[in-house]
């Protein structure tokens, strides 16, 4: 007997137990109301199995519940799985209690302390479930890599009731493991061993070595005749960077190539002209200067100008004034001075108002004769400053005339160096270019060199993977073989339930679906999701899994023997109502379960939970009393 499910218990968080026993080798019925806990035993046996992802439904389990567990009898041992629930607001929980032996002690809850991992009960499970099988175990890691640990079987024990009549998918988390399963189901049937698996992954290594190989290989080809065309292009580049001779003459690539390498060795950075004093900043500082003793210049000029052209009027002013007043020389005697202060000189009428006398006059006379003396030897003087300063300031424009041509000369100078500078620049950055890509060159025909044998290491690995496949080319025959009689068993069960579509039944491994065909028709084979009528989805999966797991059990093979149907036939018997067809169809179909059941005892035990209270199928074994709300149900009421 291989590995199946002996208790189910739940630890409340004051430490109360609640244990729920299977009986091994037979089917098992639990019949319940609804939200009595029902769809939780999948989910609770499954997180118990190593799954990190915590699916049990919310509500008042996950409210009351502290850790869950499973015992397990696993051939004559025994194993007990125990996990707490996860952290709030976590769905994931990777720690566990693993405890295994002849016979496991229910512990209690202050006895259940983490001492293991998902990783290693799903480690330790495996081994346990091959030795009850007397089939060898692998490394913890190897089994894990080859993908033969129950992790990879829970497709085939747990049947939801949103799966188990479902015409679109047949096996629990199909849709998020199609890969897994598809990768691991030959093995699982048997037509491959554990020597054929790691052939096999051994060949899946080697083919991608060859491919590696055969990529590099392509390279190497592209990279020869890359060779020759590109060896000519970067001597042209060099001779016409004058760092080859233009008139060298070479013949191949191979004689190229020396000539590249000492291009490499021999190029360095040009030496750039020396920098000279700069005196373009002196310059324009003196250029500053000298505007500026111009512009003072220009203002002294003017303010002596002015001052001359001020005094010059001054004369002409003043000698007009003189002139009119040599008219009194006309009286000499000044005793004649008083005479004259009431009465005019020249017509010898009364005057209103008294005229200055003729003494004030001509001492008026005299003092501008000498104003005007002296005012003609001070312009004589400042003619002379103007005409000095006009010298010093054509003294200036000539040094700023010969400044300014200085700067333009050094400004020119330093443009010519700049061009120069900027020339060989260039020279420089073009040549770099040229030795960077020849360095490139150099090295990636360099390496083309070293694996010049590749193409005898590819003909070698290609020897070897066609001697190697050969060897598993007897496993599809074989795969086939097992198909072929699952198809046997899947047909006649069909034919007892009287399905809708009658036909040689299969299951299709590339789908993951079953197929009814018509070898006498020759018609096309009829997929399950084309087919019609809930009875016949639920009839495909009885049929297709009873099936899997009889030849599982007949072979061998290291899959738990335990299936559990999740509400199977979902309301369509009624007790209340007169018998008709469907109620016939459901019949037939528990019957079956019990008949596959008995016919494998006591290697396949099958767990079936159900709403309807007054099922009473002969040959189901009923675990507890029909689950209600208000009396005993998976959580007891008293927890709530």
């Known amino acids: 007997m291989s590995m199946q499910i002996k208790s189910i218990l739940l630890y409340n968080q004051q430490g109360e137990i609640r244990q729920i026993d299977f009986k091994l080798g037979v089917v098992n019925l639990i019949t319940g109301d609804s939200n009595t806990g029902k769809s939780a035993i999948i989910p609770i046996i499954d997180y118990c199995m190593g799954r990190s992802e915590f699916e049990v439904p919310t509500g008042v389990i996950r409210e009351v519940t502290a850790w869950y567990a499973v015992l397990y009898q696993v051939g004559d041992k025994q194993a007990l799985v125990a996990k707490p629930a996860p952290a709030k607001n976590s769905n994931r929980q990777y720690q566990a209690y693993y405890m295994a032996g002849n016979v496991v002690s229910i512990p209690s809850i202050s006895q259940l302390v983490i001492n293991s991992s998902d990783y290693d009960v799903i480690d330790q499970l495996s081994r346990l479930l091959r030795n009850s099988l007397n089939l060898s175990n692998l490394e913890s890691s190897k089994a894990e890599e080859l993908k033969t640990t129950i992790e990879y079987v829970r497709f085939y024990l747990f049947q939801k009731k949103n799966i188990i009549a479902n015409n679109e998918v047949l096996f629990y988390k199909q849709s998020d493991s199609i890969d897994k399963i598809k990768d691991t189901l030959t093995y699982f049937l048997g037509a491959e061993q554990e020597d054929d698996l790691q052939l096999k992954y051994g060949l899946k290594q080697k083919q991608e070595e060859l491919n590696r190989l055969k990529i590099q290989r ?10 020759e065309g590109k060896a000519n292009n970067l001597l042209i580049e060099c001779q016409q960077l004058g760092l080859v001779d233009k008139n060298l003459l070479v013949a191949n690539a191979d004689q190229i190539r020396p000539v590249l390498e000492q291009v490499c060795r021999d190029w360095q950075v040009s030496e750039y002209p020396p920098v000279s004093d700069d005196l373009e900043p002196q310059l324009r500082t003196e250029l500053t200067q000298l505007r500026a003793e111009l512009e003072e210049k220009f203002q002294e000029i003017n303010s002596v100008e002015s001052f001359v052209k001020d005094a010059t009027g001054y004369s002409v002013t003043a000698s007009d004034h003189r002139m009119r007043l040599e008219s009194i020389q006309l009286f000499e005697d000044s005793q004649v001075d008083d005479l004259f202060q009431k009465i005019c000189p020249l017509c010898s009428s009364s005057l209103s108002h008294p005229i200055p006398r003729i003494s004030s006059m001509r001492h008026a006379l005299k003092q501008l004769e000498q104003n005007l003396t002296v005012v003609g030897h001070e312009t004589a003087n400042l003619n002379t400053v103007v005409d000095n300063l006009k010298q010093e300031r054509e003294a200036i424009r000539a040094k700023l005339k010969e400044k300014t041509e200085a700067l333009g000369k050094v400004l020119r100078e330093k443009k010519q160096k700049d ?3 900027k020339r060989m620049m260039e020279q420089d950055r073009q040549s770099s270019m040229i030795v960077g890509r020849i360095k490139e060159y150099l090295e990636v025909t360099q390496i083309t060199g070293k694996n010049s ?13 066609k001697s190697e496949q050969a060897q598993l080319e007897d496993i599809s025959g074989v795969f086939n073989s097992i198909l072929d009689n699952i198809s046997k068993d899947m047909t006649s069960w ?7 579509y009658q036909g040689i039944y299969r299951f299709d491994q590339t789908k993951l679906t079953v197929s009814v ?18 009875l016949n989805w639920l009839g495909c999966h009885l049929v297709a899994l009873l099936a899997l797991h009889k030849h599982f059990i007949l072979a061998q093979r290291p899959v738990p023997h335990f299936l559990i149907l999740d509400q199977p036939i979902q309301g369509y018997l009624d007790r209340s109502k007169q018998e008709d067809a469907d109620s016939v169809k459901i019949k ?16 396949l035990q099958i767990i079936v939970t159900e709403h309807n209270p007054s099922l009473d199928q002969e040959g189901f074994h009923r675990v507890e009393p029909h689950w209600t709300k208000e009396g005993k149900a998976l959580i007891p009421i008293h927890w709530q």
């Open 218 to 227: 392509r390279k190497e080809k592209d990279l020869l005749e890359y060779k």
């Open 419 to 421: 061009s120069l500078v």
């Open 453 to 465: 044998n590749l193409h005898h290491e590819i003909a070698t690995l290609e020897k070897i993977i």
């Open 494 to 500: 069909a034919k007892d339930l009287s399905l809708e």
């Open 517 to 534: 065909s018509d070898s006498i028709r020759g018609r096309v084979p009829i997929l399950m999701k084309s087919m019609g009528g809930g």
């Open 588 to 603: 037939r179909m528990l019957e079956l379960v019990v008949k596959v059941c008995n016919e494998l005892t006591p290697n």
